[in-house]
């Protein structure tokens, strides 16, 4: 699994961040999430396809 973020279309509701902790956090300064792994472990992979389906701004991005 290949995982990418858009910062610009970040609108930082944080839900990757509540969905996949160990993958995705949230800037300090402005909100906007910060990829951690952008290539997380398969125990990672089902939170991770979730948070990109929940991302209001579809923002994330997964590839096998």
Do not use: H, K, N, W
Not at 17 to 38: W, Y
Not at 49 to 58: F, H, K, N, Q, R
Request: charged share 25%; with cysteine; glycine share 4%.
């Amino acid at each position: 699994m290949r995982v990418t973020v858009d910062r610009a279309l970040c609108c930082s509701s944080g839900l990757c961040v509540l969905t996949a902790p160990d993958v995705f956090d949230q800037a300090d300064d402005d909100g906007r999430v910060v990829l951690l792994l952008a290539s997380p472990p398969e125990s990672e992979e089902s939170a991770v396809e979730e948070a990109a389906v929940c991302c209001p701004a579809g923002a994330i991005s997964v590839r096998d």
